[in-house]
């Protein structure tokens, strides 16, 4: 399929430096910024198995550690907000 369309000269340069910097042509560019957004692989699962997920959230755990335990209060809408309902 052939498209024609009309970019703003911002965008223009910016594919043509795209382009010009990977080796490619300014087409290739584009084709490829749409096959990314509309032409997805399936997605394949982050943790294989309950064992990885229960790593993965031990790992993440340790790592915020040190921050602090905060009140329930803390998460209240007045204290979050300025503003009065």
Do not use: C
């Not at 369309?5 to 043509?16: G, H, Y």
């Not at 382009?19 to 084709?31: F, K, M, N, T």
């Not at 096959?35 to 198995?49: D, I, M, N, S």
Request: no cysteine; charged share 30%; net charge negative.
């Amino acid at each position: 399929m052939t498209l024609h369309i009309d970019l703003t000269p911002q965008s223009e340069e910016w594919i043509k430096h795209e382009a010009q910097l990977r080796g490619l042509e300014p087409a290739d560019i584009v084709r490829r910024m749409i096959e990314e957004q509309t032409v997805q692989a399936p997605q394949q699962p982050k943790y294989k198995t309950p064992q990885e997920r229960i790593q993965a959230m031990d790992a993440l755990a340790e790592k915020n550690a040190h921050l602090p335990i905060l009140p329930d209060s803390a998460f209240d809408r007045e204290n979050i907000y300025d503003d009065e309902l």
